[in-house]
């Protein structure tokens, strides 16, 4: 059974970076589509960052685009999202999930793994 841990969570002035870790146990990785999803006060989930497990295709919504990053580790037990230039609106419950899939997915719908969210806060 696959598990997903976050971390890296917190407090940061708009302008700034933080970067979330969700480290598996478990399993590893490499056939799975990665995925950073964020949870804010009275809105729906949202995808923010996606990473293909066979093709290592990549997908941001508009959003977030050139500001957030996500990666992993060659362990291919660890991936990380990075966000740069923060915003107030994007402080958020983030979580991390993962898809065994041989396509890019992005729906919620299409994750069974989830981690159990980290809080980042932007103030401004």
């Given at each position: ?75 291919q ?21 993962a ?26």
């Amino acid at each position: 059974q696959l598990r997903l841990v976050e971390s890296g969570g917190g407090l940061v002035q708009s302008g700034g970076s933080l970067r979330l870790s969700c480290t598996a146990s478990g399993k590893t990785l490499e056939h799975y589509v990665i995925g950073w999803f964020r949870a804010a006060p009275g809105k729906d989930r949202e995808g923010v960052a996606f990473n293909g497990g066979f093709d290592k295709s990549e997908y941001y919504p508009d959003s977030v685009k050139g500001r957030f990053t996500i990666s992993r580790d060659n362990d291919q037990r660890t991936f990380y999202l990075q966000m740069n230039r923060l915003k107030p609106e994007d402080t958020a419950l983030y979580y991390c999930a993962a898809a065994f899939k041989g396509v890019l997915v992005i729906d919620t719908k299409d994750f069974d793994y989830w981690g159990q969210g980290t809080q980042a806060t932007v103030f401004s």
